[in-house]
């Protein structure tokens, strides 16, 4: 599915329509999808803030007084219990203001003049903004999951406690009937020595100490309870650390002693290596990078890993038979464990692949390890059926710190940098290591993504997709969108959100857009050669709406294809036409000469919108992917969706509802008054213009 812009709800408190429209435009130029409301009054200050929900609030302190005050608004947001970061924008940098306004209650102050350093604490509160919402939904989930764990402890065969301070604060059922008690009233604040014989008491004793000093017992305790009727029971009490009531306590797992414990205890064993090599296995290996993550993130220890590639086994794999290769995997098996330190976790990951984790170890020693292992593996000679074979490894190395992400996408880290490895100049087969260095994107650098667009243009990898848009109102019409995507190496589809940042690298949008065009007008007439009069929507983007010459072009290459201008409607962003109106305005001029349709897109994010279609003509009013969210809220939400619908059929627009996804919304859009509808719940952007209008008729 496309990814989808996060819409930015914006309050803006500031006299001067023409700054806040500026401070818009900042926002949309940065690549935010912006919804934004200008306060005009106090009482309309506090009639929207307590009607929506809003990501961010800038005010302009401004000499002119204006109502309601800074101090004045940022006191109803208190007492209203907002969570609404605002930002005041001052005329100068005055550290006096800052402070005492940030003590009021706003997040900060920026002069109004630093575009920059404004972007940049926009992006650091809406940041926060996002994590203070995630982290209570999180704590919503913790509630519900606590809630279900209490329901499975009261149900599971299992029995267990929770001990603090050695203390019984909670005892299942099952627990309860092993001890031989009815009431938990009676166990709760026993201690649990007082449910132990004498002789393993001490057990215990021992135990507990291990956990005050930091370190759980790797085994499970074999102690005998007493019951109150004086009956004994022998039993295995697995102990670990966890939480209760939000306090940290102990939970004891009681099993009656079985005769086959020892066999449990190697089936164990066996069910975390890999049989072939006997290293640990994939599923161990994860398991215990989680908990490494789990343990950096709490207390700032070093840790790292290294992923171990054989460069070109897939290929030796297929001369040496798998028995041979089983040889070769078990000769390299050896070779790792013997590099590896005593603390490190050694496994195999894959046919051609191992990891080996250093929980404690930094980048640079768990480096000095794989390089140790690199030299012997390129030394050695491997023995199969008589033949030597020689090999090599690509070896990434990640390191875990406190921003680790989860143990998957960790070892996708170590996994690119081994990859990366083969793309180095002079390790065009392999044999070298690598450290993954997460890429650090900077608001206007493109980081080579110009030749990287240059480079696909020229080698014809870019292709084209396709998705219905739907007349509600039946007439059969037959509409696509045409997409762009570009290939990568490896043939996958990157799209333009990856490969074409905000704004575009320069001089490069618009070759891209001509590409589109030149192929779109290329499979359009080959379609409509079979009887089909079918009209495509194309993008294009701000530079193409910046040249002049594009028009005459577009003219050349219809009259070679035979296709008639109005088979295609061109898109223009409403950001990219409020910033470019008059060359917008001759723009679409131009190409009316051409008898092209033209369309306004993600409309209805400006202040003001309807104010650009005072001076561009257009047919088509495709509205902001967040309506479809919104229009789904509550009926506030719909009539105001229904009222902008209305007032561009009142001005002779054909309205687009976009990212239709689900059957729900359908009733709601159609009683909005929707003329047109895209999104996935119809079908996704495909290769071919094949979809079945007539089957909704």
Same mark, same amino acid.
């Given at each position: ?21 500026? !401070? ?250 890999? !049989? ?144 990366? !490895? ?93 590409? !589109? ?181």
């Amino acid at each position: 599915m496309p990814q989808k812009t996060e819409t930015i709800h914006l309050l803006l408190l500031d006299p001067s329509q023409n700054d806040a429209e500026q !401070v818009v435009s900042l926002l949309r130029n940065a690549g935010r999808a912006t919804r934004a409301h200008r306060i005009t009054s106090a009482q309309d200050f506090e009639e929207t803030l307590s009607t929506g929900t809003w990501d961010l609030m800038l005010i302009r302190d401004a000499e002119q007084e204006q109502e309601p005050t800074p101090e004045e608004a940022l006191d109803q947001i208190r007492r209203q219990d907002r969570d609404l970061p605002t930002i005041l924008m001052t005329g100068n940098d005055d550290g006096e203001r800052r402070s005492a306004i940030m003590e009021r209650g706003a997040q900060d102050a920026v002069a109004f003049d630093n575009s920059t350093l404004l972007r940049q604490v926009i992006d650091r509160e809406l940041g926060n903004l996002r994590e203070r919402r995630e982290r209570r939904s999180l704590a919503g989930h913790l509630r519900d999951a606590e809630q279900r764990c209490h329901l499975l402890l009261e149900s599971s065969k299992d029995a267990i406690a929770y001990i603090n301070d050695g203390l019984h604060v909670y005892a299942n059922q099952s627990y309860l009937e092993l001890l031989g008690y009815e009431d938990p009233d009676d166990l709760l604040a026993l201690p649990v020595l007082d449910t132990l014989k004498r002789d393993s008491q001490q057990n215990f004793k021992e135990a507990m100490k291990q956990f005050r000093e930091g370190e759980a017992p790797q085994e499970p305790l074999s102690v005998t309870i007493e019951r109150p009727d004086g009956e004994t029971i022998e039993i295995t009490a697995e102990l670990s650390a966890a939480t209760y009531d939000g306090e940290p306590c102990i939970q004891i797992v009681a099993r009656p002693m079985q005769d086959n414990a020892e066999l449990a205890e190697k089936l164990r064993e066996i069910s975390s290596k890999d !049989v072939l090599t006997g290293l640990y296995n994939r599923h161990h290996l994860m398991d215990t990078v989680s908990q490494t993550i789990a343990r950096v993130q709490k207390d700032g220890s070093d840790a790292a890993l290294a992923y171990i590639a054989l460069d070109e086994f897939v290929h030796k794999k297929t001369q040496i038979g798998i028995s041979g290769a089983d040889l070769v995997i078990g000769d390299m098996a050896g070779l790792m464990a013997a590099c590896a330190t005593e603390n490190q976790v050694v496994a195999r990951l894959s046919d051609d692949a191992f990891c080996i984790l250093g929980p404690q170890d930094t980048v640079e020693s768990i480096k000095a390890v794989a390089e140790t292992l690199r030299r012997r593996v390129e030394d050695h000679l491997f023995e199969v059926a008589g033949r030597t074979l020689q090999l090599t490894v690509s070896i990434g190395i990640a390191a875990i710190t406190e921003n680790a992400p989860q143990a998957e996408d960790l070892v996708g880290r170590a996994h690119t940098a081994a990859d990366e !490895v083969r793309q180095k100049e002079g390790h065009e087969t392999g044999n070298g290591i690598n450290v993954y260095e997460p890429q650090l994107q900077t608001q206007g650098s493109p980081d080579g993504t110009a030749d990287a667009i240059q480079q696909a243009l020229d080698n014809d990898q870019f292709k084209l997709l396709f998705q219905p848009i739907i007349n509600l109102r039946g007439e059969g019409e037959e509409h696509y969108e045409a997409f762009v995507r570009m290939l990568d190496d490896n043939g996958r589809e990157v799209s333009p959100y990856d490969f074409l940042p905000p704004g575009g690298p320069v001089n490069t949008a618009a070759k891209i857009d001509r590409w !589109v065009v030149l192929q779109t007008i290329k499979q359009l007439a080959s379609h409509r050669s079979k009887g089909h009069e079918t009209k495509l929507f194309l993008n294009l983007t701000a530079e193409t709406v910046q040249d002049q010459t594009f028009p005459s072009w577009l003219g050349v290459a219809l009259k070679a294809a035979r296709l008639p201008g109005n088979s295609l409607i061109f898109q223009i962003s409403e950001r990219d036409a409020t910033t470019y109106l008059k060359q917008a305005r001759d723009f679409c001029n131009a190409l009316r000469e051409l008898h092209c349709s033209l369309s306004i897109t993600h409309f209805g994010g400006a202040l003001n919108p309807f104010n650009t279609l005072k001076h561009l003509e257009v047919d088509y009013i495709k509205l902001d992917g967040s309506y479809t969210d919104e229009i789904q809220k509550n009926e506030q939400s719909r009539q105001t969706v229904k009222e902008m619908i209305q007032s561009l059929h009142q001005q002779g627009k054909l309205t687009v509802m976009p990212l239709v996804e689900s059957a729900s919304v359908l009733a709601t859009i159609w009683q909005a008054g929707v003329n047109y509808i895209q999104g996935y719940y119809l079908q996704a952007p495909a290769a071919a213009m094949d979809y079945d209008f007539g089957e909704g008729d």
